[in-house]
């Protein structure tokens, strides 16, 4: 192994100090929030509730994969053909309706609503002022909160989407560690830091339909399509964290 440079163990020292090495560091990281330059988001969003519709192209290779193997497939007596068709046939068999994939909500264009886009993801947007904004305007933004004194950017974040829901009950955050990771410059004549850091941590919903979002003057769930109209200046950012595979 290398040794290391006196240059790297001094970059190193002026890196953001270990929460275990030092009493100081949670005072330090309370004191940089405050200043503004962290702050915690929450990419909140609901997995589809229906299977997503197969691509035509998809739908035709399996038709072929089915034709082709139909070709070779092993030959069974007529008579154990006979009793397998038998099968479930009776008086007890339920005509199935399929619930419609288009929803009201759908039809009326309601993005307040959780019932729409069931085979595509909904990520959750507030409107409101927000830290950083623009002379204090109200501006689309994820649900977040500057760092303060909370043990951790996780915690923070926590707070963040409670004060938005009033609860976590139906909400589950996917690991302790950030998703993605912004830095932004403020305006010369601002007064913060000329710099803000933006941590994202992913949450999802979780056993509902239906939520009460308070705390902010309008919201939307949007899809990733319609979450790049939002923020077109992050475009890169949002296709490099929100990977969505249909």
């Known amino acids: 192994m290398l040794p290391r440079s006196p240059a790297s163990l001094h970059l190193r020292s002026l890196r953001w100090p ?5 009493s100081s560091a949670p005072a330090a ?10 702050v915690a988001s929450v990419v909140f969003e609901r997995l589809p509730v229906v299977i997503p519709k197969i691509h035509p192209v998809v739908y035709a290779f399996q038709e072929f994969s089915f034709r082709w193997r139909q070709q070779y497939r092993r030959q069974y007596p007529d008579d154990v053909l006979g009793k397998a068709d038998a099968r479930g046939k009776g008086d007890y068999q339920i005509d199935y309706v399929p619930a419609p994939r288009i929803t009201e909500a759908d039809k009326a264009n ?18 409101g002022k927000t830290f950083g904004a623009p002379d204090g305007k109200p501006v689309w933004h994820f649900p977040e909160k500057v760092y303060e004194n909370e043990d951790s950017l996780r915690l923070c974040a926590e707070s963040a ?3 938005v829901l009033g609860g976590l009950d139906n909400t589950y955050f996917v690991g302790n560690a950030p998703m993605a990771h912004m830095v932004t410059e403020q ?4 007064s913060v830091s000329p710099f803000k850091q933006r ?11 239906h939520l009460d979002i308070r705390r902010c003057e309008d919201h939307a769930w949007v899809t990733k399509a319609e979450l790049l109209e939002y923020f077109p ?3 890169d950012l949002l296709n490099k964290m929100i990977i969505h595979v249909r």
Not at 18 to 22: A, D, L, V, Y
Not at 29 to 38: M, N, Q, R, S, T
Not at 110 to 127: F, G, H, I, P, V
Not at 187 to 190: A, Y
Request: glycine content about 8%.
């Open 199 to 209: 941590f994202f941590f992913k949450s999802q919903v979780i056993g509902t339909t």
């Open 29 to 38: 990281a309370a004191k940089e929030g405050a200043d503004g330059k962290i």
């Open 161 to 163: 989407l409670k004060s």
């Open 187 to 190: 305006k010369e004549d601002s």
């Open 233 to 235: 200046e992050h475009k």
């Open 110 to 127: 309601d993005r307040k609503s959780l019932q729409r886009a069931l085979d595509n993801k909904l990520y959750l947007l507030l409107y």
């Open 18 to 22: 270990r929460g275990f090495s030092s």
